[in-house]
């Protein structure tokens, strides 16, 4: 049940920064059911004992698959899904632990969370940059006839 809630909110949420961003329609149907792959990756992953890190690179990396394959299909930016179907990974929580952690001058704690949020920004980063290296490797077709002919 608290899974159900959990990748429900994901929806919702994602869903809510769809209309924030002024995606319509189908558009932001798909979009928000992005969000919903994103989380369910990431506690897929978690469930497979892997570290929050690694979960926000798994879940980032389906992410951007994901992205790519709707905006062909939906003939959209591949920004409207990438963008809207992140939004449950973003780490927000840690960087206000990480805020509040300076402002009660809590300097260990600060230093924690600190480096939890960066390192967990950082491992959707290169989610990122590994999906869009992957995608931009298959798109990109030999061109055989101009080294066959000689």
Partial sequence: MKIAVQLLMALIGSAGF????????KKLAFAALGGFLA????LLALAFGTSDYA?????????????EL???????????FSV?????????????????A??????AA????????LLFAASM????????????????KPDLKSDAIR
Wanted: charged letters at 10%.
């Fill in 18 to 25: 769809g209309l924030v961003f002024n995606v319509h329609g």
């Fill in 102 to 107: 300076l402002m009660q001058k809590d300097y």
């Fill in 110 to 117: 600060f230093g924690q969370q600190g480096m939890y949020t």
């Fill in 39 to 42: 989380w369910g990756v990431y």
């Fill in 84 to 100: 809207v179907s992140t939004i449950p990974l973003i780490p927000g929580a840690g960087l206000y632990r990480t805020m509040d």
């Fill in 125 to 140: 980063a290169a989610g990122i940059v590994a999906a869009t290296a992957i995608v931009s490797l298959v798109k990109k």
């Fill in 70 to 80: 709707m905006a062909r299909l939906l003939r959209a930016p591949v920004t409207v």
């Fill in 55 to 67: 979960a926000a690179f798994f879940a980032t990396v389906a992410v951007f698959f994901y992205a």
